[in-house]
C-alpha cells in the first residue's frame, strides 16, 4: 500500500502550486467531466469520462491520473506536472512510471479550496486493506459545516482520516491536534496539511484520547466508525465494538475533554424504537456531563444492516448474519450531537429533527436565560 511522503515539502508546495495554475478545482473538473453535483461518480460513467478526456490535453491527463485514477501518457503527464518532476512525485507518493505510462498511487480531489489526497478508488469487486484511508465523504461534510467555527485557543480532530477536519479548523484555531489509530491516515493527514497550508498541525496516533491524556479542547469535531454492525474489517468504518457502544463512548469522552466554555460535535448513530422522536439513548449518555447538547436528527434506518451495505468498501458477500435479534428489531438513527461546556454549570439537552447552524447561537441564549433565571 501506499503512503505519501512529507520529506520535501517544497515539493508538496510544487504539486500545489502546479494544480493551482492548471484550475484543478472541483467547479473545472465537473464541466471537464461532464458532472453534476459529486466530483466522484459510478463506474458506469467512466468510459464517457475518458472519451471526453481525450482532447483535455495537460489538465485532462492531471483529472484523468488523479481524479479517475486512470494510467496516462508518461510524456503528457511530465508535461502537465512540471516544474515538478515525475522522479519527484514519485518519491512524493503521488504515481509510478511505468516506461509510457503513469500509473497513480493516491487519488487527489479538490473540496471547496482544498485538495485531498486519499488511496485510491476501489473498483468493483475490490476488497480494500484494513488500514484504508478513503477520501473526503458525506458525513465529513456534514460535521464539517456543524463545527462551530470561533476563534480558539485549542482545537481537536478525534479520527482524523485524512485530516480534513484538522485542516478547516486550523483556520480558526490556534492549536489543533489530529489524531487516529490508523498510521496511515496520520500520514495521508500530514501530506493533506502541507498541500493545503497547515503544515503545523499536531498530528498524533493513538486509540481515542489516549494520546491526548488529560488535554482539555476549546472546540472538538469527531466523525468515529459509528456504523451499526458486528464487522470490524475497516478501522475507518468499523469500530469492532457492539451496537452502538462506540458513539456513547465517543460522546462521553468528548464531553468529558471540554474547555469550559468549550463546543463538541460528533456524528453518532444509534439503536432505538421507531416511535423515539426525543433520542432517548443519546440523552442518557449525555446525562450527568454537565454539557448543554443539541442533537439533531437528520437520518433514519430501519435496519444495521443497511449501513453494512451501503458503507463499505466492498459489498461482496453478506456481514450481518451475527446481528442479534433485538437489533434487527429496532431503528438504526444517525446523528449529530453538538454539546457546549457551559460556564453556568448547569446543562440542558435540546433534540431537534433536521440540521442547523444555528448551535452556537441558541446555546449562547441558553447561557443567558439561565444566567437571568439564577438572579
Excluded at 168 to 178: D, F
Excluded at 190 to 197: P, Q, S, T
Excluded at 291 to 312: E, K, M, N
Aim: one cysteine or more.
Amino acid at each position: 500500500m501506499n503512503t505519501p511522503s512529507v520529506e520535501d515539502p517544497r515539493a508538496i508546495a510544487a504539486l500545489r502550486d502546479v494544480l493551482g495554475r492548471a484550475h484543478f478545482t472541483g467547479e473545472t473538473i465537473r464541466e471537464v467531466l461532464g458532472t453534476e453535483g459529486e466530483i466522484l461518480s459510478g463506474p458506469r460513467d467512466l468510459p464517457v469520462q475518458l472519451r471526453r478526456l481525450r482532447t483535455g490535453g495537460t489538465q485532462g491527463a492531471l483529472v484523468q491520473l488523479f481524479v479517475l485514477n486512470e494510467p496516462t501518457d508518461t510524456a503528457l503527464t511530465r508535461e502537465a506536472l512540471a516544474p515538478l518532476g515525475l522522479e519527484a512525485a514519485a518519491h512524493m507518493g503521488l504515481l509510478r512510471v511505468e516506461g509510457d505510462r503513469v500509473r497513480p498511487s493516491m487519488k487527489l480531489v479538490p473540496h471547496d479550496d482544498l485538495i485531498i489526497g486519499s488511496d485510491l478508488r476501489l473498483r468493483p469487486g475490490q476488497e480494500a486493506p484494513n488500514d484504508h484511508v478513503p477520501g473526503v465523504h458525506r458525513p465529513s461534510v456534514t460535521l464539517s459545516h456543524l463545527t462551530v467555527r470561533a476563534p480558539v485557543e485549542r482545537g481537536l480532530d478525534l479520527g482524523t482520516g485524512n485530516g480534513v477536519e484538522a485542516i478547516l479548523m486550523r483556520r480558526h484555531v490556534k492549536h489543533v491536534v489530529g489524531s487516529d489509530v490508523n498510521a496511515r491516515a496520520i500520514e495521508y493527514a500530514r501530506f493533506n496539511g502541507i498541500l493545503n497550508g497547515a503544515p503545523d498541525i499536531d498530528w498524533r496516533v493513538g486509540s481515542w484520547f489516549a494520546p491526548m491524556k488529560d488535554l482539555r479542547f476549546d472546540v472538538i469535531a469527531c466523525n468515529p466508525p459509528y456504523v451499526i454492525s458486528p464487522a470490524s474489517q475497516y478501522i475507518y468504518r468499523d469500530s469492532g465494538m457492539e451496537g452502538d457502544s462506540v458513539s456513547e463512548q465517543v460522546v462521553r469522552e468528548v464531553g468529558a475533554h471540554l474547555a469550559e466554555g468549550g463546543f463538541g460535535t460528533v456524528t453518532v448513530s444509534w439503536s432505538a424504537d421507531a416511535s423515539d422522536a426525543e433520542a432517548l439513548p443519546v440523552r442518557r449518555w449525555v446525562a450527568g456531563l454537565g454539557c448543554d447538547t443539541w442533537i439533531l436528527h437528520y437520518s433514519t434506518h430501519r435496519t444495521p444492516s443497511t449501513w453494512t451495505h451501503t458503507a463499505g468498501p466492498s459489498t461482496s458477500g453478506s456481514r450481518t448474519t451475527s446481528v442479534s435479534g433485538s437489533a434487527r428489531s429496532r431503528t438504526a438513527v444517525s446523528c449529530c450531537a453538538v454539546g457546549r461546556r457551559p460556564r453556568t454549570g448547569c446543562a440542558s439537552t435540546r433534540c431537534q429533527q433536521g440540521g442547523s447552524g444555528r448551535h452556537r447561537t441558541t446555546f449562547a441564549a441558553y447561557s443567558r436565560l439561565r444566567i437571568a433565571c439564577r438572579a
